[in-house]
């Protein structure tokens, strides 16, 4: 049991992607985004993320822009097995700072561009209660405990005519908690060149700084047992008591019990853990545009992976994972294609597409203990796509609506209740408003309504898991996000 809690923790995984975006990759990179969540075709600042080609298309001089995203997600865990105390288990992530900064120099047919994002991550997923698979290997002590000693029980009696009912353990207690977070910041430079009035490319680079972080514990752990033999205690504990009671009269069977207590000592004791990973990469980015007519846009954008393994560096313990053991956590390559056209001046149409090729990076993704690589786990890769409206009330007033659904490529291997990728559908509402012709005002309202998932667990674990079960995977999330565009 000691190894299986060992293999439970080791395969920890992280929050991924926060919001919009692949299974690590946040898209949500501006309170434009969040308004209407279709960007790759935009030739505004906030292009120097979503179409860095297009940037030759603003006009010549400074640009800037600032923007905070509110984010707060729900994740909901559910599981069947019986013999579980808890049923369903809650993860609160929030970030309510998630900031990100463009600033655009164009001259002429020349454009260079400087971001700041979290291009990964973002938040902290906090779980007060744990995990169900924390609690499983625990969960079934009492009932091994409970067999154990039935045939003691039916021993004595048979000798003595009186049940000392040994075996009438009843439950279990314990404190789990987990609050795990992953962030990864993007530093972005880049530069961009108008081929002529309709084509125009772009080159760059992101440094990404990656870390991650797990704080949690396991502690207290007792069984409910008979209040004549003490009651709530160690399951340790539990058995001397019974060990004590029977050495008189059958010596190997208490020598037994107490060795079997030293070992349940061992897998039940408390257990903390306070670990950090670190690591860096960088990704190089090419972009085209086409600006066909002043009506009619498209952009490309290319990034390449990231290849990033993280450090671990331990904390309290290695539970975890040895002191130095790298990790893979890269971030993978993604390629978007956009379009915007407006039939009238008031009215623009936007049409987005995201493909992240998951299957070639590494994730760190470990099955029973042993790192997988992701086509293993991964059937298909992560596709994104949506569909964006605005309209211009008037000269300085304009509003929008979007929509954008993400399909998850993950199979069945790779979804549990550590780390799961789900389908969503997004819906992103709000306005902009120009202050004059230099300040412009942004605010977003984003909900993601995610798609649940059950999976089928065998009863597979011989003395600890002792029947078939199912977990269920839930999210929602919502977004609040202002931005400040200047132009100088």
């Known amino acids: 049991m000691k190894r299986k809690i060992s293999a439970i923790l080791l395969a920890i995984c992280l929050p991924g992607a926060l919001l919009a975006g692949g299974i690590v990759t946040n898209t949500n990179q501006s309170a434009s985004f969040i308004r209407m969540p279709v960007m790759d075709a935009t030739l505004s600042i906030d292009g120097a993320y979503y179409n860095p080609a ?25 599981s069947d097995y019986a013999l579980l105390k808890n049923k369903e288990y809650k993860g609160d992530v929030l970030a309510p700072l998630f900031p990100t900064l463009y600033a655009v120099y164009k001259m002429d047919k020349l454009a260079f561009a400087f971001n700041v994002n979290p291009i990964g991550g973002g938040g902290s997923a906090n779980f007060k209660s744990g995990l169900p698979s924390f609690e499983y290997p625990l969960s079934g002590i009492p009932n091994m405990l ?13 000798l003595t005519g009186t049940d000392p009912h040994f075996r009438d353990v009843t439950g279990y207690n314990v404190d789990v908690a987990l609050d795990a977070s992953s962030l990864n910041w993007g530093f972005q430079l880049g530069a961009a060149y108008a081929v002529n009035d309709m084509i125009s490319l772009s080159l760059g680079a992101r440094y990404i700084m990656s870390k991650n972080t797990y704080q949690g ?18 399951p340790g504990n539990y058995l001397r008591t019974v060990a004590g009671a029977i050495a008189g009269a059958a010596p190997t069977q208490a020598a037994t019990l107490n060795a079997i207590a030293t070992g349940l000592d061992a897998s039940t004791g408390d257990k903390e853990v306070d670990d950090v990973q670190k690591g860096s990469g960088i990704a190089p980015i090419v972009g085209l545009n086409f600006k066909i007519s002043e009506q009619f846009n498209i952009g490309l954008k290319y990034e390449h992976k990231a290849a990033i393994k993280v450090k671990h560096e ?31 001046e008031k009215l623009n149409i936007a049409l987005g597409c995201h493909y992240y090729l998951d299957k070639n ?119 609040i996000a202002l931005g400040l565009d200047f132009s100088f």
């Not at 298309?57 to 995203?69: A, P, R």
């Not at 502690?219 to 205690?233: C, D, E, L, M, R």
């Not at 539970?319 to 009238?344: F, R």
């Not at 992103?428 to 798609?451: D, P, W």
Request: charged share 20%; aromatic share 10%.
């Open 146 to 158: 409970a067999s154990q000693l039935t045939p003691l029980d039916q021993a004595i009696q048979g």
């Open 217 to 234: 514990h396991l502690k207290g752990y007792s069984i409910n047992a008979p209040s004549v033999y003490g009651g709530t205690q160690t």
């Open 361 to 479: 990076a590494d994730y760190g993704k470990r099955i029973d203990g042993n790192f997988v690589e992701n086509k293993e786990v991964i059937d298909k890769n992560f596709l994104e796509f949506g569909l964006g409206l605005e309209y211009g009330i008037t000269d300085n007033i304009l509003v929008s609506l979007g929509y954008l659904r993400t399909q998850t490529g993950v199979n069945e291997k790779f979804q549990s209740d550590q780390a799961h990728s789900l389908n969503t559908n997004s819906i992103g509402v709000g306005g902009r408003y120009m202050v004059n012709e230099k300040i412009g005002i942004n605010l977003g309202f984003m909900t993601t309504m995610y798609e649940a998932y059950d999976k089928e667990y065998p009863a597979n674990v011989p003395g600890l898991i002792f029947q078939p079960y199912k977990e269920t995977y839930e999210r929602s999330s919502m977004v």
């Open 54 to 78: 297009g940037l030759v298309h603003l006009q010549n001089g400074f640009h800037l822009s600032l923007n905070n995203q509110y984010v707060s997600q729900t994740r909901t865990i559910t």
């Open 314 to 344: 331990v904390g309290k313990d290695e539970l975890l994972y040895p002191d130095g053991t790298e990790i893979g956590n890269d971030m993978p390559s993604l390629i978007s294609v956009g379009a915007s056209y407006k039939p009238i």
